[in-house]
């Protein structure tokens, strides 16, 4: 049995891999603010014997806890993940998603913990650039280039823990995610998760608001496979490296409608900036590295979506008029980006 850190483990993709570490019969320590995450989305798992819920900010870490004490890795997921809001609180975004991280770094210094293994993020590519027209997917050798925030600040929180990993010496992996979906995803106060989003829109009957024509391709990875990701990710033999995470599949937003209520009306939106058209993983190290296999399909992971709808039945409705007012700064900030 070994011991493991998860930051941000109340929230989507925290909660799951908490829940598989405790089936892998490890102990598990979860550190969250409760900001975006929440006991709802640990219940099952909020009495464990081998579960421990440690209430804090990131930033204010108590680094004497004994909770924090001989731990074997540290799964770093906590941060602010909304990136439509990222426009307007840069500040609270970096502080979060940067500093944060440099504090969780210094308890890997002090607690002399051997590894970290981090959820970085797909938005560092920006819009990629295809020189070679052959080339549809995106490697992990494509060059970074953050277009607002979010971005950035999780890119650099991948820098800074290549830099602290060099220095202090532990290894580190980062997983860059692309579009993770599932139950329990994101349903807070934010405009931003597609899916839920739609979910959300067809439990009160209302349209479904698609950004531009539709047309655009994401390519959207199941959650018990992300979480399966970073499971792989603790032996020994793999250190040091950056990983996509996706599915390496195209799938339309139109295409995602109809899986979701064919019948429903669509309203669209004038097309976002500073977002690709297309994005598509390359996964071939995943698979390769992390000998990793996806088990879902897209449309099984919408399935099982589907069938647990309810979780979204309290979460903010979107319409056309306050997707205007929410998204306003975004615009004006990015218009400029318009590919």
């Known amino acids: 049995m070994k011991k493991f850190i998860v930051t941000g483990g109340a929230g989507f993709i925290g909660s799951h891999l908490c829940e598989l570490l405790l089936k892998k019969n490890h102990k598990v320590v979860c550190i ?5 995450g929440s006991k709802k989305n640990i219940s099952r798992i909020l009495n464990h014997k081998n ?3 440690v209430i ?22 906590a941060a602010l993940a909304d990136i439509v809001p990222s426009i307007e609180e840069p500040l609270k975004y970096f502080n979060t ?6 504090n969780i770094l210094e308890l890997i210094r002090r607690n002399k913990i051997k590894k970290i293994i981090y959820a970085a993020s797909s938005s560092c590519y920006g819009i990629p650039e295809f020189i070679n027209k052959k080339v549809k997917t995106v490697g992990e050798e494509f060059p970074t280039n953050p277009l607002y925030p979010y971005a950035e600040s999780k890119f650099l929180a991948e820098c800074v823990i290549q830099h602290w990993s060099k220095v202090y010496d532990f290894d580190f992996v980062s997983l860059r995610l692309f579009n993770v979906f599932g139950p329990k995803s994101r349903s807070g106060r934010h405009y931003g998760a597609v899916i839920g989003t739609f979910i959300t829109q067809h439990l009160n009957k209302k349209p479904f608001t698609v950004v531009g024509n539709g047309k655009q391709t994401r390519d959207f990875v199941y959650v018990d496979d992300v979480v399966n990701a970073f499971y792989l990710s603790l032996n020994k033999k793999i250190k040091n490296e950056i990983i996509n995470i996706g599915l390496s599949k195209a799938v339309t937003v139109n295409y995602l409608t109809k899986l979701i209520d064919s019948k429903n009306k669509i309203v669209y939106l004038p097309e976002r900036p500073g977002e690709p058209k297309n994005i598509l993983s390359n996964n071939y190290k995943a698979k390769i590295i992390l000998k990793w296999k996806p088990k879902y399909t ?14 979204w039945k309290n979460a903010p409705l979107w319409t056309r008029n306050n997707i205007k007012k929410a998204t306003k700064n975004w615009f004006k900030y990015l218009t400029k980006f318009k590919k």
């Open 56 to 77: 804090s900010d990131i930033n204010k870490i108590d680094f004497k806890n004994d909770n924090f004490k001989k731990v074997d890795c540290i799964f770093h997921l």
């Open 32 to 36: 969250d603010n409760l900001e975006n």
């Open 51 to 53: 579960f421990k819920l």
């Open 298 to 311: 897209f449309e099984k992971g919408i399935e099982i979506v589907k069938k647990n709808k309810l979780y």
């Open 97 to 102: 998603n940067f500093n944060g991280t440099i």
